[in-house]
């Protein structure tokens, strides 16, 4: 293999890991927040829980309210009653106090019903702030690994992009500028294997003529088709012979 082709496979190994850290440190923060939307539901659930307990709490006061007021008027109109000589009135405040006294006992009825139904609602609030816990436990622990990970891929590329830096020096410039070109426009794959008269990176015939000057390995040579670098491979080198 042309020691040229060879400084450049390693070179494009480089290149191609630090795409693939590169990529990776691109889809962490997507990670993170599906993690964290994960959780949307859950604080969705105890939000409303929260909500009903406090709407209850509210219809009990209303209700509370409502008893008072009545009490009130009930104990005015027994006054009333006591005091009045006219039997009409008697009769007609006494029909009062007989209303009044049966939507006190409704609305106590009803005040009970709250009161049993707010024991529920709490139990209801219990279980998805238990739920949450859980799911939050989960999400922060995820997070907490892919920051983890981003920092190991953060490292990792700066110390692969270090070691590329280093090689790219050792290249001949019109060959490296050929190359990062080629990274570029074919997606990472700059150099490619010629296998069987194909090339590995568009996957095209090759000519004879482009497969004769792969095989005298004596300058680099290009696809007609995709314009990619290619090179024999160690198994290709085996079958020929």
Do not use: W
């Amino acid at each position: 293999m042309l020691s040229e082709i060879e400084s450049l496979l390693i070179l494009q190994d480089r290149d191609q890991r630090i795409l693939k850290l590169t990529n990776e440190l691109k889809r962490i923060p997507n990670d993170q927040q599906r993690a964290k939307e994960r959780l949307a539901n859950d604080l969705d659930t105890v939000a409303q829980a929260k909500s009903a307990i406090q709407e209850n709490e509210i219809a009990i006061k209303n209700v509370e309210l409502d008893i008072g007021v009545r009490k009130d008027t009930l104990t005015k109109l027994k006054v009333q009653q006591y005091e009045t000589k006219k039997n009409e009135e008697f009769t007609a405040l006494g029909n009062e106090i007989t209303r009044y006294t049966e939507e006190i006992d409704a609305l106590e009825t009803t005040e009970l019903e709250l009161m049993e139904k707010a024991d529920g609602l709490q139990e209801i609030r219990n279980k998805a702030q238990a739920a949450l816990d859980i799911t939050q436990g989960m999400v922060d622990e995820e997070i907490e690994l892919l920051d983890k990970k981003a920092a190991e891929c953060q490292q990792q590329k700066t110390e692969v992009q270090s070691d590329r830096d280093s090689l790219a020096s050792a290249v001949d410039e019109d060959q490296l500028s050929l190359y990062e070109r080629l990274m570029k426009s074919k997606g990472g794959d700059a150099i490619v294997s010629a296998e069987r008269g194909q090339c590995q990176g568009c996957h095209m015939k090759l000519v004879a003529a482009t497969m004769i000057n792969v095989q005298a390995e004596k300058e680099i040579t290009q696809c007609e088709n995709c314009g990619r670098i290619l090179y024999l491979s160690s198994q290709t080198t085996h079958e020929e012979h």
